[in-house]
């Protein structure tokens, strides 16, 4: 059965820091991941897909690939307060499997 | 715009009732999903209708009944349900074929099973 594993935290980081999210998957075929932030009680939102080995980068925010290790990372440069969320990687072959999710928590 | 809507927003109903959950998109997707979310879990998927045609998770209980009238539209009918029911709902919708199938989630509806 496939499997997507986060690291469970939670993870605090002082604002203005990097917050490093880590998740690996199980299934050596798998080719598209997906990081969605979700604030709490409400719905998760798509912040980055990555699909090709290496770094691929939007603004603040940067997924890493290393389908060798099957590891996906996100990193957030200048954490904010308002990155203060749950952040769950996902994988989909076949259907979309989500980890267990990162609690980060940016301190002011 | 990828934008998923979601109606109701809140919803309480007691064990005995029937209430169904909409859930409508206009981006021309082709698969839409249900997910149910239990507090501080991840999302686990109950139904996705791609290109009309409906996979079951086969764990989810008879009592959720989807249906798909057109490839906008996408409802979950609740009968008999039990408190233990009561979390987060949630549509998705994606284009529903290749690798960057990317999944776009409406609000979600808070259900509470009295």
């Known amino acids: 059965q496939k499997e997507v594993e986060q690291n469970s935290g939670p993870l605090s980081v002082p604002e203005g820091a990097i917050a490093s999210l880590n998740c690996t998957y199980s299934d050596r075929v798998s080719q598209s991941f997906f990081w969605y932030r979700q604030y709490s009680g409400k719905s998760p939102e798509l912040i980055m897909s990555i699909y090709s080995n290496g770094d691929k980068e939007d603004g603040r925010f940067t997924a890493q690939l290393n389908k060798a290790s099957q590891y996906v990372s996100l990193l957030i440069r200048d954490s904010q307060p308002s990155d203060s969320a749950t952040y769950l990687c996902?994988?989909?072959?076949?259907?979309?499997?989500f980890g267990s999710g990162t609690q980060l928590t940016v301190l002011p | 715009d990828t934008e998923v809507t979601q109606t109701p927003k809140h919803l309480v109903m007691g064990m005995t009732n029937k209430k169904s959950l909409k859930c409508e998109q206009h981006m021309g997707h082709r698969a839409m999903y249900w997910y149910k979310q239990k507090a501080k879990k991840p999302p686990e998927l109950m139904f996705v209708y791609s290109y009309e045609k409906l996979s079951i998770n086969e764990s989810v209980p008879s009592r959720f009944s989807p249906e798909c009238p057109n490839s906008s539209l996408l409802n979950l009918h609740l009968h008999a349900l039990q408190p233990e029911d009561s979390a987060l709902y949630l549509c998705?919708?994606?284009?529903?074929?290749?690798?960057?199938?990317?999944?776009?989630f409406g609000p979600g509806t808070r259900l509470t099973v009295l």
């Open positions: 996902a994988d989909l072959s076949g259907q979309l499997t």
């Open positions: 998705a919708s994606s284009q529903g074929s290749g690798k960057a199938d990317t999944q776009y």
